[in-house]
């Protein structure tokens, strides 16, 4: 059996359940309510839902063409026929019903918004309203007028928009969102072997340039830190704050902190990168980086 034939067992086996219990009277629905109202009595409550647990099939029938599953229209129906029963009046000589098929639309519309797009569609209560009704008042203005559309010079949205006294732009835009449907990347396409994402653009570089660059930077760091090895403490500070500092430091500056002068301090650079340049040059010739060159002093 598979999990279609699974699901649809099931329900029809919750219908047969349902349909054993017998429905109430006026007068055993008022006093089993005013019993939970009077007394908090959960098994009085218990026997007001199972009794009009077949109410909310019924409505929830009424939103199969969601597109959703109807266990879950009736689960979220049925959580609505509790909250009606806690809040039940039993003095207002109205069935309980009546009543709860309040509360049974409100919960299934929340469910079927909710699960419609990650996007949020009908926030406000017109939008709600419209998203609702726009498929009911579409087939039925279709009926009467045949060949009326969307597509056939906006006949359709006037006649729409005027039914549900809203503006033509909120049913085209109503429309828009109730037909752009929410799409997994990882979704397969026709050819069940590649996905949505494979076939998104993106502005970022090719993955194996990216790991080529990333190697490269890896190899000519490691490169560097070996040649400033073999950089005496001085020539290494010197180069630290001439060549990979900010810069800001002068030769006047590394000489005053040498206690020696900006000449000396000029030849250290000197010779440091020029021992720079020698290690690396063939790591430049490798991978086509430009001959090393030493920075200019700056007073």
Known sequence: MNRTNGASSTLDQYLREINKVSLLTVEEERRLAREYRNEGKTRAAHKLVEANLRFVVKVAFEYRSYGLR??????????????????????????????????????IQN???????LVKIGTTQAQRKLFFSLARTRHEIER?????????????????????????????????????????????????TSTHLEFTPSDADPQDEELGRAEEDAIVN????????????????????????????????????FGFSRERARQLESRALEKLRRDLQPLADEIGYPTAQGAEASE
């Open 144 to 192: 009467v007028t045949p060949g009326a559309s969307l597509e056939s010079e906006g006949i359709d949205v006037q006649l729409v928009a005027k039914k549900l006294r809203v503006r033509a732009s909120d049913v085209i835009e109503m429309q828009q969102r109730m037909e752009g449907r929410d799409l997994s990347l990882d979704a397969p396409v026709a050819d069940g």
């Open 222 to 257: 490691r490169r560097v830190d070996e040649a400033m090895s073999h950089l005496d403490p001085r020539e290494r500070h010197i180069v630290e704050a001439r060549i990979m500092g900010d810069g800001k430091e002068t030769l006047r500056d590394l000489g005053q902190h």
């Open 111 to 117: 469910h079927i918004l909710k699960s419609w797009s």
């Open 70 to 107: 109807m266990a879950d229209l009736i689960q979220e129906g049925n959580i609505g026929l509790m909250k009606a029963v806690q809040k039940f009046d039993p003095d207002k000589e109205i069935r309980l019903i009546s009543y709860a098929v309040w509360w049974i639309r409100a919960y």
